[in-house]
């Protein structure tokens, strides 16, 4: 087990998150329609006061909407909020110095002088993971990232880029990826658990499989957009896990499936970032803390998980 070092350990003390890709995108998400900038300052709002405090964002998400949104909301807001955001390598960006001058661009937007977490979105194409993390490098040197992460990235990329910024002595903070009940690849092929070895702190993103493990959705009752076709065939089989979701919520005094879920990503020893259009959403998101499921459960959970995943 690697010591966890002392730039990045505050990462370690975070059990969850607020996810800010709905906060402006209209692809997948239908901003505009049902919800808009009220109600994503509503779900901002309510999750500090329950006491979230760090938010994840990207260059990318509504074309920097998200960032503008949440350099506003920080503006008017007394508690001090951790930032996160991301480099998206577009193919074009292929010199380590994009990443720095992405960053100053992300800063603008934000209105702050740094942000705390400074990922690559994805691994590129058209650079290699040393001139990436090279890049991060510059970023931390620059004082304009207090650390660096890395984002969808496999064991053997990310061992890759563990040692390119070790040469460099910055620790590799995280690795944000794709994990939820519905979604344990991460999980099972070692990913988590070699970034528990290594003291890197795993970011789980769509925790709630993008609303699925609310259980409001169904073969009847698809979600709208491009979620509709990518979950067409997963919809029709997960019936018995929401439904053992949802018994394991009442044990527990009425906790809802959304707060089940969550909880178990955070058992697990992963850090969710669940995304919320509105302050409901968001206060009940908030319930997945103060509170855990028994061992028992989580294999439970895990058992009926499986099934769907077969
Ligand atoms: N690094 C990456 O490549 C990457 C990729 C994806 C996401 N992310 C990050 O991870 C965050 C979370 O992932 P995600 O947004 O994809 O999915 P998610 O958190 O699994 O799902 C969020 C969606 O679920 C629904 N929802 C949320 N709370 C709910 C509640 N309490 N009850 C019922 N429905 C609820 C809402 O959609 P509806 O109401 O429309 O159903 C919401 O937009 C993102 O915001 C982003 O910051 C990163």
């Known amino acids: 087990m690697t010591e966890i070092s002392n730039e990045t350990r505050f990462l370690h003390a975070i059990e969850m998150g607020l996810g800010a890709w709905q906060w402006g995108d209209r692809l997948v998400w239908q901003y505009g329609h049902g919800y808009g900038a009220e109600e994503v300052r509503h ?164 925790p709630l499989e993008k609303g699925l493990l609310s259980g409001k959705y169904s073969v009847e009752n698809p979600p709208p957009g491009t979620r509709a076709g990518s979950y067409a065939g997963m919809l029709s089989k997960i019936q018995p896990l929401i439904k053992a979701i949802t018994a394991i919520g009442q044990d527990h005094g009425g906790k809802s499936n959304v707060q089940v879920a969550l909880n178990w990503v955070i058992c697990k020893g992963a850090l969710p970032i669940p995304g919320a259009k509105n302050a409901e959403q968001a206060q009940q998101n908030a319930g997945a803390l103060g509170w855990k499921l028994s061992d028992a459960e989580v294999a439970k959970l895990d058992e009926l998980s499986d099934q769907v995943q077969e």
């Not at 292929?94 to 942000?115: D, I, N, T």
């Not at 890395?150 to 890759?160: D, E, K, P, V």
């Open 43 to 206: 779900a901002f709002d309510i999750s500090v006061s329950e006491g979230i405090r760090f938010v994840d964002t990207a260059e990318v998400y509504g074309n920097g909407t998200s960032e503008r949104m949440l350099g506003q909301f920080i503006q008017s807001t007394d508690q001090p909020i951790l930032i996160a955001t991301k480099f998206f390598p577009w193919p074009w960006r292929f010199l380590k110095g994009a990443l720095p001058r992405a960053l100053k661009g992300s800063l603008g937007r934000l209105g702050v002088e740094s942000v705390d977490l400074y990922q690559v979105h994805w691994p590129s194409v058209s650079m290699s993971t040393d001139t990436l993390m090279e890049g991060l490098v510059e970023c931390v040197k620059s004082g304009m990232t207090r650390t660096v992460g890395i984002s969808n990235y496999g064991q053997t990329r990310m061992l890759a880029a563990y040692s390119a910024l070790a040469r460099h002595n910055i620790p590799l903070a995280s690795n944000q990826v794709h994990y939820s009940l519905l979604n344990r690849s991460t999980e099972k092929d070692g990913t988590l658990a070699r970034c528990k070895e290594l003291g890197v702190r795993l970011i789980a993103y769509s």
